[in-house]
């Protein structure tokens, strides 16, 4: 059980970096539809780099700057050239995921370094938690660090609420002095990053190659967690564990049932879409006083200027 | 876009089309290959023969069909992320009435196609419906519904339609020859799923040029309010075009199920309907130029499996092109809009100055 | 401490906003701007609080020379300005909307960001719900927090644009009584409004403008005919209209409420008869707008009905008022009347009745030329709608007016037009009135008001105040009651 749970966690922390990633830019307002591209392209460079170099760390920054590019990308054309985010994002993922391809191609099939296992001294001893969270490598624990991070900074911090404003409604924010664009830059940017080692947490962490169309679907997958999970990183986090937990029940299933475990794979999506219908129906007001648990559970309320460029004029 | 000068729009265009080729051959360099060398390969591998030819069609018909759609979405004002699912959907009504209507293929391939458009337009109402009754915007609902899409496809697969004997993801048994698409010569040129592609393209030109049905769906897609005030019922063009969208995607499902595939595969939209989005907005949403466009991305598709056999390289650069192309061209029209926006120094005059 | 502008020039485009405006104001003073729509007043607060950077000019504050490029600017030197409709984060609690933007360290410390607000709540005799999301306050309470905010930010100029309007009573008698006790305490409080009433209350010198120049400064007490002349010029522009021959009703309305989010117009009776002008007047936001849209079918009345030729259509929808011979002409050309990048042969085509599935571009191209001739448009068939000027727009959109039409509601028909489009609109809306169909139009030019109106109804902050009859009211009168007075 302890290392059924153990390997769930290891197994989605490439998907909580993407999807805290996300999250970021989201809550910045800015919708980041390359992750896809991203995610693939970016574990295709960490293990090209760590493979080159022979360093796992510099794998892991590489990707990073990958993750971190294209998001500037998307960013720029969206604030600077006021073309539309969905738009440039979504080519960029096509893009990316052939360059990924092509790039990788000399890679396929070489065995790479691995990130080395760190268990965390005292606390890996504690029964069960020991095993389950204090037993991995660097990697992993930076996933902790991520979701941590993220919902600190967003809620607690001055500069987070400051976020907030931006994503909600950035002519609000802009009157009380906030640089709304450069935040949007730099927040959009740090998501991509994010991005960028889920990418090499993936390659380097859990596969240990390159392979083409490694990371398939991660990035849609991350993008309907960071929905169904209400822009908030806790329970984005918990999205992308769940998600691990149906991953895990499928392979175990698909002995047994080998066409209806399939499914268990794709629940994230039917669930994003109950998530949004659901917002949809809080913001009319009737709905909301009839089922105020439900209302609290699933309320997941899209930052109101997501997707939208902001001018000053 | 009309009063955008020639120059202008010559330049947001074959800039980056120069500046594409230039990164082409610059990786064509960087992975050791003689750029003329493969330019003669793509050319050989998609045109070379009665053969390849063929091949280049039988992928240039699915990605047409599907652009033809998304002109439609697009004008409406939509981005129909959920078209992959389109076609999903329209593979598998057609693989349905493969497998359960008995009769001869004059009445069996008519039927299928049928199938196909109503899979298809009942997939694409349902991201519509989601959208106009659940406020769901349509990316992410249509995202969702590829998915779901596939996982339907997926599971009838492995499970109620599994191959005899064994279940494989290599998808289901192969239709009986009555199912096939028709195919003429040797070289099985898929004339009938050509004729139908063309005649879609024409369709779609039409009506968006020549209707006061396609008028009014631009109206929608540009300003809903103004729209509205001028009586137009923005919720019925929406949903409608969203249902032709995916009837046209159906066929395309149809045409990769009992033409190119023979039987239902998972992967059985081939990523066409993805890669027709890039061709819409490499086309500048206008359906005069997807049949080209179209024809140009299924012959880099193809002829780069030759890159790969010949040259060692992997067959992605063909997606890579494309991808740099369509990015390109895009940056370089927002570049000049903004231009051309900043040179236009008078503000418009506020409502209350 | 002093605050002064200095020759502010703000222009969009050709429309001068701001011509050489200058005002000075002393420390402790509650200062009135007054002007109606269009005089400048918000331009030039936008340039105070750095929303705009002026085009030429200077601010001075305590005799420093300030450089307002952003509202950071405006921030930093501690001016603050509250919005009409104050900009709040809807869905973030109110006590997270005091703090979001504030300096201090890393965490925000919401202990000391709560007494704050409590603090200055209880001077002030606020009360929140900290907890509560800032949505569910009302307009004035949105307004006392956002006081609250800018105070503890230490702003020492407070510019409030319109305060008043979509506020209770108590709320406002509250808000006086917030502004006094700043002013005494020294800041710097600009009161813009229209309403006279309240500036007379509680200003003690008003800069008054016109058309982007102060056209003069009052102490005050000070008569209201000084002001209402000041504000509006002499109008002593008298009807061109006839004696009108009124045929049926057109429009009735039988005591509807009119409720949109921020105002209620109760229980209004109105009847517009068959070749009838009918002109709307006040501020902006005053209801003229509502009753616009609740005569066009786009906003269904709380209670009460809506007649249009004999038929209840209450509830029906857009699309009833429009087969029954409604057009409604919003006051957004390109927003809501026309569509960018259409042609203005295919606005034609879109607004024509014809149902011929197919569209024959050569005869579409035809019926636009002649059209274009008609309506003196200086455009082609071809021109985008974005491309023509405001006045052609106008041409255009009357241009796609159906002839038949029985009532046509406009809003602000001759807004942004030169005297030529705006003589040469009217001609053509008298043809249409000759021809037996109503006209209701919201106006803030006075002298359109008096000169086109058969009766004109006065909007001031959700009421009708008064129907004058245009031929024997006056602009003084009018301007009176604009203001939210009755002229003694």
């Known amino acids: 059980m302890e290392a059924t749970l153990a390997t769930i966690v290891a197994t989605a922390s490439p998907l909580v970096y993407a999807a805290i990633g996300e999250t970021i830019a989201e809550k910045a307002g800015v919708v980041n539809l390359s992750l896809e591209g991203t995610v693939m392209l970016s574990a295709m460079t960490g293990f090209a780099v760590s493979f080159e170099t022979g360093s796992v760390i510099l794998g892991f920054v590489a990707a990073a700057a990958v993750g971190a590019l294209i998001a500037a990308i998307v960013a720029f054309a969206s604030i600077e050239l006021r073309l539309n985010q969905i738009a440039v994002g979504f080519v960029l993922t096509l893009l990316a995921i052939e360059l990924s391809s092509f790039l990788g191609d000399p890679y396929v099939g070489q065995r790479g370094r691995a990130v080395p296992s760190l268990p965390v001294p005292l606390l890996s001893d504690i029964p069960f938690l020991g095993r389950v969270l204090f037993s991995h490598n660097l990697s992993i624990y930076g996933s902790f660090v991520a979701i941590a991070g993220a919902y600190l900074f967003i809620f607690k911090t001055r500069r987070g609420l400051e976020m907030q404003g931006v994503g909600e409604r950035p002519e609000a924010a802009f009157a009380r002095g906030i640089p709304v664009n450069r935040l949007r830059y730099l927040y959009t940017v740090t998501g991509g990053a994010l991005a960028g080692i889920a990418g090499a947490a993936f390659s380097l962490d859990r596969t240990f190659g390159w392979r083409e169309g490694l990371t398939a679907n991660y ?19 918990i999205g992308a564990y769940l998600f691990g937990v149906l991953s895990w029940a499928a392979l175990e299933l698909q002995p047994v049932f080998p066409s209806e475990s399939q499914i268990l794979n794709l629940a994230p999506f039917p669930l994003m879409i109950f998530a949004l219908v659901l917002v949809f129906m809080t913001t009319r007001g009737d709905f909301a006083d009839r089922h105020p648990i439900l209302r609290r559970l699933l309320s997941a309320e899209p930052p109101s200027a997501l997707g939208t460029a902001f001018h000053r004029e | 876009m009309s009063d955008r000068s020639a120059g202008a729009r010559a330049s947001s265009f074959i800039l980056p089309v120069a500046l594409a080729f230039a990164v082409a051959i610059a990786l064509l360099q960087l992975a050791g290959a003689p750029p003329l060398e493969a330019l003669r390969l793509l050319w050989e591998g998609s045109m070379g023969s009665t053969a390849k030819v063929s091949d280049t069609l039988t992928a240039w018909v699915p990605l047409t069909l599907a652009a033809a759609g998304l002109v439609v979405t697009f004008a409406a004002g939509l981005w129909n992320i959920g078209i992959e699912g389109q076609i999903v959907a329209g593979a598998i009504a057609a693989t349905w009435v493969a497998r359960e209507v008995p009769g001869p293929s004059p009445v069996l391939i ?104 396609g008028l009014r769906l631009k109206a929608v897609g540009r300003n809903a309010r103004s729209a509205r005030l001028l009586g137009i019922p923005t919720e019925r063009y929406t949903l409608g075009a969203f249902a032709l969208c995916g009837a046209l995607a159906g066929i395309a499902g149809v045409v990769q199920a009992a033409g190119v595939h023979h039987k239902l595969v998972p992967s059985v939209s081939g ?43 992997d067959s992605s650069l063909g997606g890579v092109l494309q991808g740099v192309l369509v990015l390109l061209v ?24 | 401490m ?50 705009i950077a002026a085009d030429s000019g200077e601010v001075v504050l305590d005799g420093r020379r300030l450089a307002l490029s952003s509202p950071r600017d405006g921030v930093e030197a501690g001016i603050g300005m509250l919005h009409q409709d104050p900009l709040v984060f809807l869905p973030f609690t109110v ?5 979001l933007g504030a300096p201090g360290g890393l965490r925000i410390d919401r202990r000391a960001g709560e007494r704050a607000l409590r603090g200055t709540a209880d001077r002030f005799g606020f009360s929140f719900d900290t907890d509560a999301p800032a949505r569910s306050l009302t307009v004035g309470e949105r307004q006392q927090l956002e006081i609250a905010r800018l105070l503890w930010l230490g702003a020492r100029v407070l510019i409030l644009d319109e305060p008043t309007t979509g506020i209770s009573a108590s709320q406002r008698t509250t808000l006086f009584g917030v502004l006094r006790a700043l002013a005494a305490e020294g800041m710097i409080v600009i009161f813009v409004s229209h309403k006279l009433e309240e500036v007379e209350e509680l200003c003690e010198r008003v800069t008054v403008m016109r058309r982007g120049t102060v056209i003069g400064e009052a102490e005050m007490p000070c008569p209201a005919e000084r002001l209402v002349e000041m504000m509006f010029g002499r109008v002593l522009t008298e009807s061109e209209l006839g004696q009108p021959t009124l045929g049926e009703p057109v429009l009735q309305l039988d005591r509807a409420t009119l409720a949109e989010r921020a105002l209620t117009i109760p229980e209004m009776t109105l009847s517009v008869q068959e070749g009838e002008v009918l002109g709307l007047a006040g501020l902006e936001g005053s209801g003229q707008r509502m009753l616009l849209r609740a005569a066009a079918g786009l906003l269904e009345p709380r209670s009460g009905r809506v007649v ?7 509830g029906q929808g857009y699309r009833a008022f429009l087969d029954a011979g409604v057009h409604y002409l919003p006051a957004g050309r390109l927003e809501e009347g026309l569509v960018a990048g259409l042609t203005v042969a295919e606005h034609f085509l879109l607004a024509g009745d014809a149902t011929a599935f197919f569209i024959d571009h050569d005869r579409a191209r035809r019926e636009a030329e002649a059209k274009i001739a008609d309506y003196s448009i200086v455009g082609t068939a071809d021109s985008t709608a974005e491309s023509l000027s405001g006045g052609n727009q106008q041409r255009l959109l009357l241009a796609m007016t159906p002839p038949d039409v029985r009532l046509l509601l406009m809003e602000h028909p001759t807004r942004g037009l030169d005297i030529e489009s705006a003589d040469w609109v009217w001609t053509r809306l008298l043809e249409r009135r000759d021809a037996g169909t109503a006209i209701v139009f919201a106006s803030a030019d006075l002298d359109e008001l008096l000169r086109y109106s058969d009766r004109i109804l006065v909007f001031f902050a959700g009421e009708i105040l008064k129907v004058l009859d245009a031929r024997t009211t006056t602009g003084e009168e009018l301007g009176h009651l604009i203001g939210g007075r009755e002229l003694r």
């Open chain 2, 330 to 353: 895009i940056l370089a029209g927002g570049w000049q809009a903004r231009r051309a926006l900043r040179a236009r120094a008078a503000a418009p005059p506020p409502e209350e100055p």
């Open chain 2, 110 to 213: 008519p039927l299928m196609l049928l199938a196909g458009v109503i899979g298809g337009a009942l997939w694409a109402l349902l991201a519509g419906v989601l959208k106009t009754r659940g406020g769901v915007n349509e990316i992410f609902g249509g995202l969702g519904l590829d998915f779901v899409a596939s996982g339907v496809a997926i599971y009838l697969i492995i499970g109620p339609w599994k191959r005899q004997g064994i279940a494989s993801t290599s998808g289901t048994d192969l239709f009986r020859r009555e199912a096939w698409l028709p195919t003429a010569g040797a070289a099985q040129i898929p004339v009938l799923a050509v004729t139908i592609a063309v005649a879609a393209v024409i369709v779609v030109y039409v009506l968006m040029r020549g209707t006061r049905l």
């Open chain 2, 271 to 313: 990523g066409y309907g993805f890669l027709a989005i890039l061709v819409v907005l490499l086309a500048g949403f206008r359906a005069a130029w997807i049949a080209p466009i179209s024809l140009f991305f299924a012959a880099v598709a193809v002829g780069g499996t030759q890159l790969s056999l010949r040259l060692g390289l």
């Open chain 3, 2 to 51: 002093s605050l002064e502008l200095r020759d502010i020039h703000k222009a969009f485009g050709p429309v001068k906003a701001n011509d050489g405006v200058s005002l000075s104001i002393e420390a402790g003073t509650l200062h009135g701007l007054l002007g109606e729509n269009g005089a400048g007043k918000s331009t030039l607060m936008k340039v105070l609080s750095g929303f």
């Open chain 1, 219 to 237: 990035g849609w997958i991350a993008l309907a967690i960071v929905i169904f999970g209400g822009w908030n990183p806790i329970r984005v986090a």
């Open chain 3, 95 to 99: 006590l997270d909307n005091f703090l």
């Open chain 3, 308 to 314: 249009v030729r004999g038929r209840d259509l209450t």
